[in-house]
């Protein structure tokens, strides 16, 4: 993290109405702001359906919605960044998704999330180099899940591409992360050690 967007989120330490991921007194404008960016990863999750880009492998895609969760986990915080996560999905479950859909996302968000804190808390990764290696985690949990369920390990085949996929999604993704991040900082009002909460 910069020196300049660490002195930008301690300016935020005297503010009222401190959102985090440690502190759950949310006020309404708290769950205002958190419902926003719920939907903003939901509407991108849709408008990905309607991208008409004919990938050559099955599983292989853009992942706008990580644009919301990638922010959210430096702007907010880990715990933030899940909730969103898993709620975008669930709610991606209930208006244009289905069963199965759901638990390879599922995986794949999940393995993701992991790798991203875990290399965000390092302190040796930038965002767009965090990014890549979720997108690629993402692709590989999927493919462990396909694998479990057609009972196959043919589909491991699909692999290196998907981790090329991963890299250039991840690439893009990173780049609009890290632009937004320092600027939603003050959306959120986070606390330093809020927004690098263990």
Known sequence: MSTQWRDSLRRQERGSGKYNGTDMKMTARDIARFGLMVAAALVLSWVETLIPFVFPLPGMKIGLANIVILTMLYAAGPKS??????LRLLLVL????NAASFLYSLAGAALSFAVMLLLKKTGRFGVTGVSIAGAMAHNAGQIIVAALVLETVTVVYYLPWLMIAGVVSGLV??????????RLVRFFKVRDRGAEEA
């Open 81 to 86: 960044a899940a909730a969103v996560s898993f």
């Open 173 to 182: 993704i990173g780049i609009v992360g890290g632009l937004l991040s320092p």
């Open 94 to 97: 209930f208006t244009f998704g």
